[in-house]
């Protein structure tokens, strides 16, 4: 750990990114203790010796792994606010919109961060800061779309949005019921109706 607090992070290497590719289709799929370096190695074609070589432990291979998880989920993200409507409820619902289409896409076993934390709750781990710095992103964001809606109440609010989307996250990953996310946005759209001065249209 560096005196930000950020993780290490390594320079991908041709062989490194395919261990990466293995590492990250075994650890969602099949939980992240459950996966050892042996079985990674095998399935990105690469000796033992190799992966350590570029990585130095499984601990660090896990930071790469939900690191570049969430690097992509914030650039996905920056897509739907990007094109979303101006209006500030309308960017904050789009959150919502990206979830679903992310998790369609990309997460049928739930939140990659969520089930992480259920395996890494230890603060020491190198992987920790990587999930729990995406929700707390996540918070702030949702609490700055929240200040230009109702800028007194913007901590409420963003508190409050926050909740709706993680738990239809976990939902998802549960198969609780159909669609969870699409069931958090459409409370969403009815809080920010009565919230501020700018109607949600549907």
Known sequence: MGITGKPR???????????LE?????????????????LIAAEAGVTKKTLYDRFGSKEQIIVEYLADRDERWRAFL????GAADPAPPARALAVFDASRA????NSSKGCGMVNAHAEISDPSHPAHPVITGQKDWMLDLFTHLAGDISPDGAG????TLMLL????LVAHGMNTFPDPLTHAREQARALLATTGDTAVKQ
């Open 165 to 168: 989307h993680e738990g239809a």
């Open 9 to 19: 992070r390594i320079t991908m290497t041709p062989a490194a990114l395919r261990v």
């Open 78 to 81: 920056a897509q739907y606010l």
């Open 156 to 159: 409420h609010l963003g508190r």
């Open 102 to 105: 992310w998790s369609a896409a």
């Open 22 to 38: 293995a590492a990250a289709r075994l650890f969602y799929e099949r939980g992240i203790h459950a996966v050892g370096v042996d």
